[in-house]
């Protein structure tokens, strides 16, 4: 029998979530939130759980991962976008790439438009979607690379083309809902129903959001796996080249 939970963090109000397996007692990490890291390890130890995976929707600019505090904590591999330009990652997925921590199979999809390399984890019948599909809406594109032409074909193309009954698990809950299915937003989503692809790029500049939480900091330590820069100092003599070993004879 498989697990799921989900976690939230008020601050950014980012969705992380936890997938584990009962058979091989391994768990893969979602989004994962820097801050959220004592209360992820106590849920992990009481579910008797092993973290093997820590996998990347995208490059965050609301909230640093905990990818890499996490894998120093526990060994697990950093998996992100091929495309992202992430340092440091462990495993990099590009479009279609299946990934197996045991009996947990996951594979990407590639869902860019909220930033350029935007991925879509598929586990079984659900649909991880980041910040790209959300519940009634889709995330914004007016953060660093957003493109509002490129999220309407992403979501149309690669997301509302899944089986109706496929559940969507997004990266931000919408007015206390934090599950959808693809027949659900097929249907009712109202940034999509009925909306052209001009129609969509007009709507997503005309919309009326909080200033972008994006700080300069969070998005370079995002693009080194969430290591700030006084942690990348300490990692430096670790990632000191080898010396050649015919130079050092
Ligand atoms: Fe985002």
Partial sequence: MPLLRRFW?????????????????QAVFIDPVREQVPLYLGVLEELGLRLAGIIETHVHADHLTAADTLRRLTG??????????????DCLLADGDSLNFGDLAFQALSTPGHTPAC????????LFTGDSLLISG????DGPGGNAGMLFDSVTRRLLTQPDEYLVYPGHGSQQRWVSCIGEERRTNPMLLGVSRDEFIALASRRELPPLPARAETLAANRRC???????AEA??????????????
């Fill in 9 to 25: 963090d008020s601050p950014s109000g980012t969705c992380s979530y936890l997938v584990g397996s009962d058979a091989t007692r």
């Fill in 76 to 89: 697990a591999t950093v998996v992100c976008g091929r495309q992202s330009g992430v340092e440091g990652a």
């Fill in 119 to 126: 991925l879509t984890y598929r586990w079984g019948d659900r």
């Fill in 138 to 141: 889709c995330g914004r594109t």
């Fill in 226 to 232: 969430g290591r700030l820069p006084e942690e990348e």
């Fill in 236 to 249: 430096a003599p670790e990632s000191a080249p080898i010396p050649d070993p015919e130079e050092s004879k």
